[in-house]
């Protein structure tokens, strides 16, 4: 007789986990929408705040801050091997949007290539829009 295994479930989110990946999310959509914008102190906020979070993620071992606040606020610790997200967030969500089984140098490329389009972007938007080489 071969009994079926039990089939493990993910956890379920709580209103927190929700609001931490609305936050995730939003912070996404601005820094690939962010470039757009016709002001220019927001574009500078833009065009220093990619390079700040890529300078984190790179020191801070791939997490970002928001899944350490996470893991700070349930476990008291600014690191947890019980938050599975983190360190893992962009991963998880290729592979539960997409379907996307990255490994986590093709997420590293992926994610530091991209900010820096979106950052030079930024750039050209505002040097030949709002800037200095603008015709206004």
């Known amino acids: 007789m071969s009994a079926n295994p039990p089939t493990a479930q993910p956890a379920r989110r709580d209103f927190f986990a929700w609001v931490c990946?609305?936050?995730?999310?939003?912070?996404?959509?601005?820094?690939?929408?962010?470039?757009?914008?016709?002001?220019?102190?927001?574009?500078?906020?833009?065009?220093?705040?990619?390079?700040?979070?890529?300078?984190?993620?790179?020191?801070?071992?791939?997490?970002?801050?928001?899944?350490?606040?996470?893991?700070?606020?349930?476990?008291?610790?600014?690191?947890?091997?019980?938050n599975p997200e983190e360190g893992q967030w962009l991963k998880m969500l290729a592979a539960d949007a997409l379907g996307l089984k990255l490994t986590d140098g093709q997420v590293s490329l992926i994610t530091y290539g991209l900010m820096l389009i979106f950052w030079l972007l930024a750039a050209g938007h505002w040097l030949f829009w709002y800037g200095p080489l603008s015709r206004s």
């Open 21 to 82: 990946m609305a936050v995730h999310i939003g912070v996404m959509v601005f820094v690939v929408l962010g470039w757009l914008t016709p002001y220019t102190p927001v574009l500078i906020f833009y065009a220093l705040l990619l390079p700040a979070m890529a300078a984190q993620w790179r020191f801070n071992k791939g997490s970002c801050v928001l899944n350490n606040f996470e893991s700070w606020v349930r476990t008291g610790t600014w690191r947890s091997q019980a």
